[in-house]
């Protein structure tokens, strides 16, 4: 049985917007998603997107809201600045900023930066994803985030250590779109309707001295040259991408033995097959609990230095 509301959480991303009501033991009272995400909203207009979802789940004008992700951007609604690795997870509000315009409580979470040995990389919304893994005891461990741009975390002693994003997903599509390779790779391809032809491409991509750039052409050439032979240039294509990046990972993967996957469908089924292939055990997270998890552990740190000051 849910209590009262307790705070509104909030993930806004690049292209869509989930807001949850819940109680101060994390229960859902109610929720609400759209596509107002940050790409689509000129800053003026985000107390009233805010309100008008808070109003539809009928909260109260003083219930206070926690928001990450792309609010937080220099072009969202307030800049929050990057907190830089190693940063801790656990301490993330306190570097949250209040924005304008709003009557009501509003908290903004930072994202987090890395520069160090000229490794820039940024994340905005995977960190208070990460720190919902951290409230579930994981506090050394790496993570795969799969998406356009995939994250790889390691997180030690409850510290964003170091990461990377690989922009995997988003060379697929232009591949796959804009190259030669759009004449074989059709549109509606399905790398996971062929598992086994991903899967060799993963173990090639696995093998030592592969070249990436040198070995993409053969799946065009491969289209050209057999016939009655089973092919699915899109399942060869991600299998290959995905081998790479995972590639690039593999010593860290090895020495933790496991990547904790958060995400859930098609790409994030075949990240796991890809990393048992690597030689590492894939467990699968769920990240929306994950966000509302790091929310609310942000909130109720925000909120109890707010009655103690």
Known sequence: MTGQPFAALVDWGTSNLRIWLVDSQGEIIGERQSAEGMGSLDKAAYPAVLEGHLSALGASPDLPVVVAGMAGA????????????????????????????????VYILPGVCQREGGAFDVMRGEETQLAGALEQGLDNALF????????????EGGL????????????????????????????????????????????????????LTSTLFSI????????????????????MLIGAEIAAIRQDLLRHGKAYLIGTGKLTRLYARAIQKAGGEAIMLDGGLLVRR????????????????
């Not at 600045?81 to 301490?91: C, K, Q, R, W």
């Not at 795969?144 to 997180?155: D, E, N, R």
């Not at 790091?294 to 000051?309: P, R, T, V």
């Open 220 to 239: 065009r050439a491969e289209s050209l040259l057999t016939s009655g032979t089973k092919t699915n240039p899109a399942a060869r294509l991600s299998g």
């Open 160 to 211: 964003v250590r170091r990461f990377s994003t690989v922009m995997t997903g988003e060379l697929f599509n232009l591949i796959s779109r804009q190259s030669i390779l759009r004449l074989s790779v059709p549109e509606d391809g399905d790398a996971e309707a062929d598992v086994e032809i991903f899967d060799a491409a993963v173990e090639q991509a696995l093998e030592p001295g592969f070249a």
């Open 74 to 105: 220099r072009t969202g609604w307030k800049e929050a600045p990057y907190v830089e690795t190693a940063a801790p997870l656990v301490g993330l509000f306190q570097h949250a900023v209040r924005p304008e315009g709003v009557s009501r409580t």
């Open 144 to 155: 795969c985030l799969p998406g356009t741009h995939s994250k790889w975390a390691l997180v």
């Open 294 to 309: 790091g929310l609310l552990a942000s909130a109720i740190s925000l909120f109890d230095h707010e009655f103690k000051d």
